[in-house]
């Protein structure tokens, strides 16, 4: 059976969900904002529509819908969410929302999973906690089966931090840098749609390898596989002075995160670690 799929916010992660669909014969309707990559998405043989996610919209029926677009960063909560679910008719094959693991806010280091209480201190992890909670409303007033899928860090090709390693930008000491999750694109792409079709209705499952690493050990395996000089060091209190507020929001969260419950519904990573995975990015 082929399936009509929508993706809003069909951008990097969108188009590698796309692929996974075209390969099994499916049409896809992929959502952007503007016509550049609206022209790309028609060369992977991606239907494109262009809307503006701030205003009213006519949403396209579809069987399946993969949200993967942010909310504004103005506010929240994510209006944006909100506008399509007042008229949106439930897909039949399932809503796919693209959260984040900020939701869990500081957890001091300790392994979590999808059981954690959910406490965002960071206004992003707020704005996707709000969504999660009106994706909920609305799939109990409509019987719809809708699936949240929280990510952390994501890289993959075009995702590197190229041109902030190449100006020297400080980090935080390794001895002092929190964990951290990650995640290759590719497996979140497959990630979503096998939770998309396997997952329990209602449910949230984390996106992650498993192998959490620090930031600083990030930014430096990086700087090592670009050939980069390796970015200097700060301790917190410097860098609290230095940095910005939004890069120390990273820093001042600590979790370490598995993917059990994903992994039960038969998704595994391609990229088991970090380590092996960032050599696939250039």
Same mark, same amino acid.
């Given at each position: 059976m082929t399936l009509r799929v929508l993706i809003v916010g069909c951008g990097d992660i969108g188009l590698r969900i796309a692929r996974l669909h075209r390969a099994r014969g499916d049409s896809i309707i992929g959502v952007v904002r503007r016509s550049e990559p609206a022209d790309m998405l028609r060369g992977f043989g991606v239907t494109p529509l262009i809307a503006d996610l701030d205003r009213a919209w006519s949403v396209p029926l579809a069987d399946a819908l993969y949200w993967c677009a942010p909310p504004p960063a103005a506010t929240l909560d994510d209006p944006r969410l909100v506008l399509v679910l007042r008229a949106l008719p439930p897909p039949p094959h399932g809503f796919l929302y693209v959260s984040t693991t900020g939701v869990y806010g500081d957890c001091q280091g300790r392994w979590i999973d999808e059981s954690e209480p959910l406490k965002p201190q960071s206004e992003r992890g707020q704005r996707r906690l709000a969504a999660e909670l009106q994706l909920r409303t609305?799939?109990? !007033?409509?019987?719809?089966?809708?699936?949240?899928?929280?990510?952390?860090?994501?890289?993959?090709?075009?995702?590197?931090?190229?041109? !902030? #390693?190449k100006t020297g930008a400080p980090i935080l000491k390794g001895e002092e840098s929190p964990y951290s999750n990650r995640i290759h694109a590719d497996d979140l792409a497959r990630a979503a749609v096998v939770a998309l079709a396997q997952g329990v209705a209602g449910a949230a499952y984390n996106a992650s390898d498993g192998v959490p690493t620090t930031m600083a050990d990030y930014f430096l395996q990086c700087a090592a596989l670009l050939g980069l000089p390796a970015p200097p060091q700060l301790g917190m209190a410097e860098a609290r002075a230095r940095l910005t507020p939004a +890069?120390?929001?990273?820093?001042?969260?600590?979790? !370490?995160?598995?993917?059990?419950? +994903? !992994?039960? #519904?038969?998704?595994?990573p391609q990229h088991a670690s970090l380590a092996e995975g960032l050599p696939h990015c250039i």
């Amino acid at each position: 059976m082929t399936l009509r799929v929508l993706i809003v916010g069909c951008g990097d992660i969108g188009l590698r969900i796309a692929r996974l669909h075209r390969a099994r014969g499916d049409s896809i309707i992929g959502v952007v904002r503007r016509s550049e990559p609206a022209d790309m998405l028609r060369g992977f043989g991606v239907t494109p529509l262009i809307a503006d996610l701030d205003r009213a919209w006519s949403v396209p029926l579809a069987d399946a819908l993969y949200w993967c677009a942010p909310p504004p960063a103005a506010t929240l909560d994510d209006p944006r969410l909100v506008l399509v679910l007042r008229a949106l008719p439930p897909p039949p094959h399932g809503f796919l929302y693209v959260s984040t693991t900020g939701v869990y806010g500081d957890c001091q280091g300790r392994w979590i999973d999808e059981s954690e209480p959910l406490k965002p201190q960071s206004e992003r992890g707020q704005r996707r906690l709000a969504a999660e909670l009106q994706l909920r409303t609305w799939a109990a !007033r409509t019987g719809a089966k809708t699936v949240t899928l929280r990510v952390p860090g994501i890289y993959g090709p075009g995702r590197l931090p190229i041109e !902030r #390693l190449k100006t020297g930008a400080p980090i935080l000491k390794g001895e002092e840098s929190p964990y951290s999750n990650r995640i290759h694109a590719d497996d979140l792409a497959r990630a979503a749609v096998v939770a998309l079709a396997q997952g329990v209705a209602g449910a949230a499952y984390n996106a992650s390898d498993g192998v959490p690493t620090t930031m600083a050990d990030y930014f430096l395996q990086c700087a090592a596989l670009l050939g980069l000089p390796a970015p200097p060091q700060l301790g917190m209190a410097e860098a609290r002075a230095r940095l910005t507020p939004a +890069l120390m929001s990273f820093m001042e969260e600590s979790r !370490r995160i598995g993917a059990q419950q +994903l !992994r039960a #519904l038969g998704w595994s990573p391609q990229h088991a670690s970090l380590a092996e995975g960032l050599p696939h990015c250039i």
